[in-house]
């Protein structure tokens, strides 16, 4: 945190990487208030990872820190008098690249007395892209190394079923392993859902089951994030929210199908698998079981494809790329090099699927769909 204060006596925006778990939403904030930079706005593409980071900060700071998405926070930058009221501004999960939060971080950029914490968790390749962008922004890495070791385990084989995979892996590692709390992702609500169904139908003696996806009610998020009573094994089924969002303490198994929470479901990539792993021996040594081969974690990317820059988010891309092009909207060059699509037809495209109207101007289905967080 010294290292911080001390950049922000010669630069506006700051570029913090740190693993998911390390305080970024929660402790950040609060230590900028702290030290003289409140009030404080800390803004997540995730609504669900913006009210768990509320809930850590406490009551006591609900005047100086303030949590939102990314969403919300460029609403709240028009006019841009309203954000001049906070000091800093926290800009979470930048290496989603979620457009929201491109937009966000450029907005809060260019109010000059705000300063900016633009937050990573993709290492030195995201940290030097982002500096670049912010015109070589310094850098804060907190890169920690795993706190106990943990054992890899590969499937033997292809996995036909991945859901009922994630089934009998958790109901395997809790009737025959040493004792531990188990988290185990599926890639949406719906299987996440039906996939705590299955396990509470089982009826295993010990065995509490939670959930965690973005859907789900605030008020319970407790059930996941609480240790589980004495005597038993918690698992919690989540989606891509416990990957980098939010942390999941005291888990000893990580189960991994190896997919992630996109349309169409893809692999994820090793640098996402090694993110999962990371959150197994958070209370001992750890085990991380891949429902996948090892030949299959070698054939995966590197590193994760921004969100944006995704097939699923063609039209999201479009809608801002033409409000770009039209009145010349910064955020897009955050995004890479091949995050801004060819402009081609685009107009006709976008009437045709019902992003812009004959005049046009966005529609609310383009606004919604092109800033959309989880």
């Given at each position: 945190m010294p290292t911080i204060l001390e950049y922000f006596e010669g630069h506006q925006v700051i570029i913090v990487s740190a693993a998911p778990g390390s305080g970024k939403s929660s402790v950040l904030p609060w230590c900028l208030a702290r030290s003289g930079y409140g009030p404080v706005i800390c803004a997540q593409p995730r609504h669900f990872a913006a009210t768990v980071a509320a809930a850590k900060a406490g009551e006591e700071w609900e005047r100086d820190v303030a949590f939102t998405t990314t969403r919300r926070l460029l609403g709240e930058t028009r006019p841009p008098v309203v954000l001049a009221a906070f000091r800093a501004v926290?800009?979470?999960?930048?290496?989603?690249?979620?457009?929201?939060?491109?937009?966000?971080?450029?907005?809060?950029?260019?109010?000059?007395?705000?300063?900016?914490?633009?937050?990573?968790?993709?290492?030195?390749?995201?940290?030097?892209?982002?500096?670049?962008?912010?015109?070589?922004?310094?850098?804060?890495?907190?890169?920690?190394?795993?706190?106990?070791?943990?054992?890899?385990?590969?499937?033997?084989?292809?996995?036909?079923?991945?859901?009922?995979?994630?089934?009998?892996?958790?109901?395997?590692?809790?009737?025959?392993?040493?004792p531990g709390d188990v988290l185990a992702f599926l890639p949406d609500v719906v299987r996440v859902e039906e996939a705590c169904h299955r396990l509470?139908?089982?009826g295993m003696p010990g065995l509490v089951v939670s959930r965690m996806h973005d859907h789900f009610p605030a008020e319970f998020m407790g059930d996941a994030l609480d240790?589980?009573?004495?005597?038993?094994?918690?698992?919690?089924?989540?989606?891509?929210?416990?990957?980098?969002?939010?942390?999941?303490?005291?888990?000893?198994?990580?189960?991994?199908?190896?997919?992630?929470?996109?349309?169409?479901?893809?692999?994820i990539s090793r640098e996402a698998a090694r993110r999962r792993l990371g959150v197994a021996g958070d209370a001992g040594p750890g085990h991380c079981?891949?429902?996948?081969?090892?030949?299959?974690?070698?054939?995966?990317?590197?590193?994760?494809?921004?969100?944006?820059?995704?097939?699923?988010?063609?039209?999201?891309?479009?809608?801002?790329?033409?409000?770009?092009?039209?009145?010349?909207?910064?955020?897009?060059?955050?995004?890479?090099?091949?995050?801004?699509?060819?402009?081609?037809?685009?107009?006709?495209?976008?009437?045709?699927?019902?992003?812009?109207?004959?005049?046009?101007?966005?529609?609310?289905?383009?606004?919604?769909?092109?800033?959309?967080?989880?």
């Open positions: 926290v800009i979470d999960e930048a290496h989603d690249r979620v457009l929201g939060t491109a937009r966000a971080a450029v907005a809060a950029g260019e109010m000059g007395r705000v300063r900016v914490v633009v937050c990573t968790a993709d290492g030195p390749a995201d940290e030097d892209a982002l500096s670049g962008f912010f015109g070589g922004a310094p850098v804060v890495a907190f890169h920690r190394a795993a706190p106990n070791p943990v054992l890899v385990h590969y499937s033997r084989g292809p996995v036909l079923d991945m859901l009922s995979a994630v089934v009998d892996e958790v109901a395997e590692i809790h009737g025959s392993s040493t509470e139908q089982l240790p589980a009573p004495s005597g038993c094994t918690k698992v919690v089924v989540a989606t891509d929210v416990a990957e980098t969002a939010v942390r999941v303490p005291g888990i000893t198994y990580v189960v991994d199908p190896g997919v992630r929470s996109e349309e169409p479901f893809e692999m079981h891949r429902l996948y081969m090892q030949d299959n974690y070698t054939g995966f990317e590197e590193h994760n494809v921004p969100a944006i820059r995704r097939d699923g988010s063609w039209h999201a891309v479009q809608a801002r790329a033409h409000a770009h092009e039209t009145c010349r909207m910064p955020g897009f060059e955050l995004l890479g090099p091949s995050g801004l699509p060819e402009l081609d037809d685009v107009v006709g495209q976008l009437v045709d699927g019902g992003y812009l109207d004959k005049h046009t101007e966005p529609t609310e289905k383009a606004e919604r769909k092109a800033y959309d967080e989880d």
